[in-house]
């Protein structure tokens, strides 16, 4: 099993950033894929970004140049660094992980989410 717990949500202003940490615990030499996903009041989840052990990344199109994805697989960590938020940012953001053989979207394991609310 695996165990991912979010941190650095919190309340900003439009054009302020944030940035916020996954810690991973538990079997995490099965992790391959780890990942971003976001979910704003009445609309659905969505992937925001995704890094591999590797490094390699992808995000959702429309974040691209706003938000930066990046691991420190000596912590168990992953980060997304969120700047010039805009009031559309505003939702609940989980971390998701995926086994070795998996994609991220095929992920089992998620976190508890932390809030981001973006507002003057």
């Known amino acids: 099993q695996v165990q991912l717990v979010e941190s650095g949500g919190g309340l900003v202003q439009p054009g302020k950033s944030l940035r916020l940490s996954c810690k991973a615990s538990?079997?995490?030499?099965?992790?391959?894929?780890m990942g971003w996903y976001r979910q704003a009041p009445g609309k659905q989840r969505e992937l925001v970004a995704g890094?591999?052990?590797?490094?390699?990344?992808n995000y959702a199109n429309s974040l691209k140049g706003r938000f930066t994805i990046s691991r420190d697989n000596a912590k168990n960590t992953v980060y997304l660094q969120m700047n010039s938020l805009k009031p559309e940012d505003t939702a609940v953001y989980y971390c998701?992980?995926?086994?070795?053989?998996?994609?991220?979207?095929?992920?089992?394991?998620w976190g508890q989410g932390t809030q981001v609310t973006v507002s003057s």
């Open positions: 890094i591999t052990s590797g490094g390699s990344t």
């Open positions: 538990g079997n995490i030499f099965s992790i391959n894929a």
């Open positions: 998701r992980a995926a086994p070795l053989g998996y994609a991220l979207g095929l992920g089992m394991y």
